[in-house]
């Protein structure tokens, strides 16, 4: 399921105060795993080779720094062993009400 999000939300502090502690490797793969999970809208597979060389990483390098993530609580490895991110997770909810909230209002509208 893709969302098609033509643009997301960016609360420069929040993302300043969690770029901050990481790494230059980690900001990198942390911005460009979160993307991937906006555009997707859902959980990305945690196939390292294929991530690595998405994002321009030596396999050993990415893995350390996702596992870097993960152990911070940046990234969280779900049971069936996908990625995902709670702040994404807040994004997608809002777009969804937001959607449901415009489609009421335009059924409402229309409806006068």
Do not use: Q
């Not at 502690?21 to 990198?28: N, Q, R, V």
């Not at 060389?53 to 609580?73: K, M, T």
């Not at 997770?89 to 009421?104: A, M, Q, S, V, Y």
């Amino acid at each position: 399921m893709s969302s098609k999000l033509p643009w997301t939300r960016l609360f420069a502090y929040k993302w300043l105060l969690t770029l901050g502690c990481l790494s230059p490797t980690e900001k990198c793969i942390y911005v460009m795993l979160r993307l991937l999970m906006l555009h997707t809208g859902e959980p990305i597979l945690n196939n390292l080779r294929v991530l690595a060389r998405w994002i321009g990483y030596p396999v050993e390098e990415f893995e350390a720094a996702l596992n870097s993530l993960i152990e911070g609580g940046f990234i969280i490895r779900l049971d069936n062993g996908g990625l995902w991110n709670s702040e994404v997770e807040k994004e997608l909810n809002n777009l969804r009400e937001e959607e449901l909230d415009n489609f009421t209002c335009n059924i409402i509208k229309k409806g006068r």
